[in-house]
Structures are given as C-alpha cells and as structure tokens.
C-alpha cells in the first residue's frame, strides 16, 4: 500500500452495461432508443459553429433549461439540468440527503441509488418488494432521511401509480422524495402533475431513452423553485460548466420535436407488445412493462444459460448476479428485426 | 423554511466569469482562447454520425484517454479525463483528500478549491503568498492532508520552478500533491516530467485554455496508475458516462495538432509581451505572466474603477473584490486587435 492510500475513498463503483466495440450485434442491454434523435437534431449538427467552442458554454444552460420548461409548461427556475440523469441523481443526493436517518430505496431497483449513498456516505435501507415485486408504501411511512425509487421501476419494469406516489410525497413533507422517471415515457403515469402541489417532491427524466440522446448525455429534474435553487448551489459547488455546446444547441432540438417523439414511443410499446407475446409463446414469463425493456424468466432454463447462449451470438441483454433477480434476464427493445433475430434464436435453443 | 431545508448541504456556490449575452464585446474575463481550436476539429465536426448519439458514449473514454496518453507519452492507465479540469479537480477533491487534516492551497489562488473542500466538508488552510506573491514552500512542508496548488498560479499569473514542486512533492509523500497546470502551455514549466519518480503527484491539465476547448470540457489527470485508477473508481460511483459523444470525438483532434497548437500558443505569448510593455507604459504594474493572461494594478487609479469603466464600454476583464487582490485586475490575452482596443481605451481614460 502506498502511503498517500490512507486518504482514499473507497468505494465500489458502478459496473455499467457492457458496450461491445465489435459492430453486427443485437444490443438489447442498455436501454437505448432503436431510432435516431429527432431530425431536426442531425440538421443543427451541421449548424454548429466550431468557432464557438473556444468559448465556454452557459454555465446555466438556459437554452436547454427554457426548451424543457416549455416542454412541461412549468418554470424555468423549476428545471435543473445534468450530463445524464445519473449526474442529476448523485447531485440530487448530495444535496438533499444529508441526514443521520437512512435514506430509503426498494432492494431491487436501480443499482447506482447504493453507490451513490455509499460514496457521499450516506446511510441507507432497502425494504424489500413484495413476492410480485411490488412496492409496499407502508415501508416508506417510517422514519426516514429522504426517499428515493423509480417508476417504472428497473429493472423488473413495474410501474406505480399515481395515488401510490402522491401518498408516499404527502406522508414525507420533511424529506425530498425522488421519483426517477427514466423509463416514463414509455406507458406509466409522470409524477409532474404533483409538483406544485408538493414541495418536496423532485421528478428526474432523461434524454437517454425515450429521446434517443445517450450518446449526448442529457437530464434534468423538476420541481419547485426552492429544490431547484438548492440543486444548483450545489452544482455551481462542482463544476460551473457541466453541459458543453453540442449538448446545449442539440438538447433543444432534441425536445422540441413533440409529434416524432410521440411516435417513436408509440413504435417501441408496440415492439414491446410483441416482444411480450412471443416470449410467453417460449416459456417466458414476464412483469406487466411500462418502459422499453422487459424483465423475464424462462420456466426451465436458467436466466444465466440464455445469457450466455445469446452473448456468444452477438445478442447482448442484460443479466445481474444479484440476489431474487438471478433468474432475470433485461431485455431492451430493439427494432422490430432486432426483437424477430432474439425470438427466433431463442426459439431454436429453447426446442433444442 | 421548508421542512425539507434541513437536509440541504449548505454552500456558498463559486462564482465562474461573466458570459455576457451582447455580441460585439471584447471579452478578456474569462482566460479563454482567442483562436479557434484545430481545424481538423472542424473537419471531424462535420463527420459525426448524429445517428449515434442514440447509443451511450464508452465510459472509459478509451479513445480520448488514448490520444492524450500518446501525445505525452504515458501509459494508458495513466491518464484520467473528465468534463473540464473543474470536473477532475473535483473529483480529486473527493477521491484523496479524506484526511482530518487540512488540505493546503495558498491564500491567493483559483478561488474554486475552497468551495470544493466546503462542498466536501474537507478541513483547510490557506497559507499565504509572500508580499510578492510568491509562493512559500516551507508552509507546504507541515502536517496536512494533501496539498494543491496552480502553476502557473491563478490570478497571480505567477510560475513557480519545478525543483520547488519537487521538493514539496518529496516532502509529502503520504498525501496527494496536485498541480494545477491550467495554464502551463503558456510559459511555465510542466511537471509532467516528475510523474514518474513520484507515485503521489496528479498533474491537471485543460483542453480549455491552450487548446481552445473550453465550449467542449474536457480535462485531464495524469499521475501513477494507482492514482488513476482511485479516481476512476470514485469517477464510476458517480457518473459511468460524464463525456458525451462530440467531447470523445472532437477531443482526440484537438490533441493531435501539435503545429497548430505551438503556433497558436506562440501567437498568444508575443501578444502578452506586448500588452504587458502597453499596460507598463501607462502606469499598469504587473507580474512576469507566465499564462494567458495579466494580473496589474494601476500606480493611481483603482482597479475597481478601471474594471466597471472597461465594462461600460463592452470591454470585460475579471475583477475580484477579495483581501489583498482587490486593487488588481485579470486580464486575459485576447487577440492583438482586442488587446489595441483594450489599450487604447485605459490610454484615453487614464489620461482624463
């Protein structure tokens, strides 16, 4: 051990999907969008000017903050945005979770909420779903250093619902509680419409999915003016500048183009659909999906056998080695092709 | 007060430069480059595939990491990139300095590394610059829990010699010592070149300033491998994808044009010459500035006053109202026609 270790934070990092550098493989393992950003977004690339960058971007990104404000018809002092909504997440936890009390978060949920607490070491507790992976609310009436979960909730695809959510905010004044809608647009109920009515109440989204700009990073989360305030200290704490140009002039593009948004959702529920129907047609058995992933079991074979089996053939899905979600598999939906390619390979091996 | 307001992390957020919204400004506050960066970045530009931006960028940046490595010529896991030299400081912030004992950085410098340690709730003291502004290594051979400092300082514009880095390096072998080299390709020397001798030294360095990047963010560590891979452990406990597609893209040539980077830092040099001889002959005293920029003060006028009648007239240089500096005014090295416009006006105005 070097001398200088003992000073080190130690911490367990993330393991994000794998992004396989060889090109001809069905990537089904991390959520992204089959389709490309909204035209308009490949037009403004050409228009940037490279001049520009020499010049630092908006520290408060206020292009990209007005276009999202109007977007959801609230304030501009009511959007804070990030470098993904991962970057608003962590944010959002040093902000807010400063408390003795544990924050809390379903046990399976998203994987980061544990890394995040541990690294800012904040103390936390995971109450168990139910046996059909529900959330139980009562587990999150009791005391309490803020609350945190996704809906739907990944990666078992289970959404929420409203009624649920607005007892849980209401129950918990003295703390923020999260709602991480990274999936939303794709079948559940947003927890927007209770923003003005609850204070503590900060809803996050991202441009990862649903708007086909993972590759550009882009989040934001909304609330009233004084969480946002609380964000943005904290940010200007960090880094003034988080979002470069690109992200800045093609985020707005990205936002404004409501009817091809509209219908790439509309194409992916419907993949979803199939997708859903076939699998069940070979012995899987799958969760109710609100988001552009399903998360399923087959009745004999292992989860981790069908893993490898489409790994080796260049369909990627994900697969976590973690406790009651062993026998899962992730799956993203693709384009129709890409959903026909899995179906029939696994139609073949299922048979053999 | 919220009920919520207790949680919050309390901070005083820093303040980044003006980024004035009016064209037509000659805008010397924020150290940015004059010239455009590469042309091949502008070529690049026009090849990206916006189709893309759908998918996640690689979260180890392996091409961006790769270039810089090659271009100074250490290995590849040696070198850690993040969103500006901000993002990487930060993060060093949070990855070494988890002593109880203060971090040291001298009074007058980026005015940056006090809030991350108060974001951080990371103990600090200040030891301050001689009368002459320089810096005093005995204070950086005490009892501390990690060391950083500017070369060349910040807004001092003042270089400090390698043999005295070195020997604070050596002092300090079991805390992290980071140099702060935002500035270095102006004129100072680097201490790239100890990096190898000493496994506790992490030098930052900037695509912002000598490579004309500052609208893209990217900036840089390099240090032993053991220093890098702490940080990208706390880096993936954090954000897995903080540099989006263009920055990995465009960063690579931003780096490779060595011609065109000597050139243009060559350029912005003879023009600092100049500028300072100007400010010297109209009663401007100012340090030997080894940056892209100049820190003067005026034999008679206040540089409070210079600074808002400079403003009023579309001229903006950096002001700070802070103990012992508030009588001087930065000012960035511009191109040689804003520098005429820049020294023409004090010319008229301080001959009233």
Redesign the interface.
């Known amino acids: 051990m070097?001398?200088?270790?003992?000073?080190?934070?130690r911490?367990?990092?993330?393991?994000?999907?794998e992004?396989p550098k060889q090109k001809n493989v069905v990537?089904l393992n991390?959520n992204?969008?089959?389709?490309?950003?909204a035209p308009a977004?490949?037009k403004k690339?050409?228009e940037?000017v490279?001049?520009?960058?020499?010049?630092?971007?908006?520290?408060n990104a206020s292009v990209l903050v007005d276009a999202i404000a109007t977007y959801y018809g609230v304030g501009k002092d009511q959007v804070f945005v990030g470098?993904?909504s991962?970057?608003v997440i962590?944010m959002a936890f040093?902000?807010?979770?400063?408390?003795e009390k544990p924050v809390l978060f379903p046990d399976i949920s998203y994987s980061f909420y544990s890394?995040?607490a541990?690294?800012y070491k904040i103390p936390y507790k995971q109450p168990a779903l139910d046996a059909n992976f529900q959330l139980v609310k009562e587990d999150y009436m009791k005391e309490n250093?803020?609350i945190i979960f996704p809906n739907p909730n990944a990666p078992t695809s289970i959404a929420v619902g409203l009624d649920v959510i607005e007892e849980i905010v209401k129950a918990n004044?003295?703390?923020?509680v999260i709602v991480d809608e990274a999936y939303v647009d794709f079948g559940a109920k947003s927890a927007l419409e209770l923003v003005e009515k609850y204070?503590?109440l900060l809803v996050v989204q991202t441009f990862?999915k649903s708007r086909?700009?993972?590759?550009?990073?882009i989040g934001f989360a909304i609330g009233q003016p004084?969480l946002i305030k609380?964000m943005?200290?904290?940010?200007?704490?960090?880094?003034?500048?988080?979002?470069?140009?690109?992200?800045l002039e093609?985020g707005v593009l990205a936002i404004e183009d409501d009817a091809y948004f509209k219908e790439t959702c509309k194409k992916i529920v419907a993949t979803r659909e199939w997708t859903m129907k076939e699998l069940t047609r070979l012995g899987f058995t799958m969760f109710d999906s609100k988001a552009n992933f399903v998360f399923a079991t087959h009745a004999t074979v292992p989860a981790k056998e069908i893993f490898e089996a489409l790994r080796e053939n260049g369909i990627f899905v994900r697969y976590f080695n973690a406790p009651r979600i062993d026998n899962y598999l992730r799956i993203t939906i693709g384009t129709d092709e890409e959903m026909r390619t899995l179906v029939n390979f696994l139609e073949k091996k299922l048979s053999l």
Chains 1, 2 share one sequence.
């Open positions: 070097k001398a200088w270790e003992k000073n080190v934070r911490v367990v990092p993330y393991t994000p999907g992004q990537k991390t992204e969008n089959p389709y490309p950003p977004v490949a690339l050409q940037i490279y001049d520009d960058f020499r010049k630092y971007p908006d520290p470098v993904g991962d970057d962590s040093l902000t807010f979770f400063n408390s890394v995040w541990d690294v250093g803020g004044s003295d703390v923020v204070d503590n990862s086909s700009m993972a590759g550009m990073r004084e609380a943005n200290d904290v940010k200007f704490s960090i880094n003034s500048y988080t979002m470069n140009r690109p992200s093609l």
